[in-house]
């Protein structure tokens, strides 16, 4: 089947790990469940992949381009209704057995994932799921090349420490959106640091993983000072932001 998509969206069914990791997850499912809403539906890629196993889908779209071409590429489904709303404002009022939201990005500080889980999950069954069912977040110092916050797919940056899980987040909990931790990380030798990487795991189920792929979570490189450390030096480091806010709310310090 040939999908119409804007330029971006092309670009997200393009990524062949990304939606293959979708395409499984969803393929793990029983089937003959009564209702599932997917979130951001936009070329209509994940409803597309839902239909066998839902007798009602709804797919909701804020980008009005993205919400015609899903309407037209999935118009040959009676059981999937494509809304072009923002998720925030919609009235969940039909409880659900699955909620499918790609709004990832790394440590869910840029997209929406976080504040449209937030509102939509009361939709939920008491036994109710969500593809993806959380992230976890993974960081470690290193050298980078530039000095400022941006996300590197090709990691041209070289790494000092250990790598250290701060944060794993369940999707089918409440989340706090607003991050603040000090992490310790081990530097691995003799070098200057200037900042720490960030990288973000994909659980979509409890059996499968997705690591970074090129439009799914690559790599956020933040800047620090300068500082010299000795292999097996502890470094603390501060990091705080606000997950839906954006990367200007990253703040990341020694401590
Ligand atoms: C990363 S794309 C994923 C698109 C599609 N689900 C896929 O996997 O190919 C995220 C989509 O969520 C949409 N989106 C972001 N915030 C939204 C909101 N508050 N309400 C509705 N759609 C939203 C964006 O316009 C974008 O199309």
């Known amino acids: 089947m040939k999908f119409k998509t804007t330029p971006y969206h092309f670009d997200l069914l393009k990524d062949g790990e990304r939606i293959s990791a979708f395409y499984e997850a969803i393929n793990a499912l029983e089937n003959n469940h009564d209702l599932a809403y997917d979130l951001g539906c936009g070329s209509g890629i994940l409803s597309f992949f839902l239909n066998p196993y839902f007798n009602k889908i709804i797919a909701i779209e804020q980008d009005v ?8 590429n999935l118009k040959q489904f009676n059981n999937i209704h494509v809304l072009n709303e ?3 404002t919609h009235d969940f009022s039909r409880k659900a057995d699955l909620i499918v939201c790609e709004m990832l990005d790394t440590a869910l500080i840029d ?5 449209v889980l937030n509102h939509a999950r009361k939709c939920l069954k008491k036994d109710g799921k969500i593809i993806p069912e959380g ?5 470690e110092l290193a050298s980078l090349e530039r000095n400022y916050i941006h996300y590197d797919e090709n990691v041209n940056c070289e790494i000092l420490s250990n790598p250290v899980i701060y944060d794993e987040i ?3 909990d409440e989340i706090n959106p607003n991050f603040e931790k000090v992490i ?15 990288t973000t795991i994909t659980k979509l189920n409890d059996n499968l993983v997705c690591g970074p792929t090129p439009m799914l979570n690559p790599p956020l490189l933040i800047p620090l000072d300068e500082k010299n450390v000795k292999c097996n ?4 480091v501060k990091l705080k932001y606000i997950m839906g806010k954006g990367i200007g709310t990253i703040e990341a310090n020694y401590y």
């Open 170 to 172: 369940n999707f089918l």
């Open 135 to 139: 992230i976890i977040n993974i960081v």
């Open 111 to 115: 997209e929406e994932e976080v504040p």
């Open 233 to 236: 030096d502890l470094i603390k």
């Open 86 to 88: 923002d998720v925030l």
């Open 65 to 72: 381009k993205s919400s015609i071409c899903a309407e037209d």
């Open 184 to 198: 310790t990380l081990k530097a691995n030798k003799n070098s200057l640091v200037n900042g720490i990487k960030i």
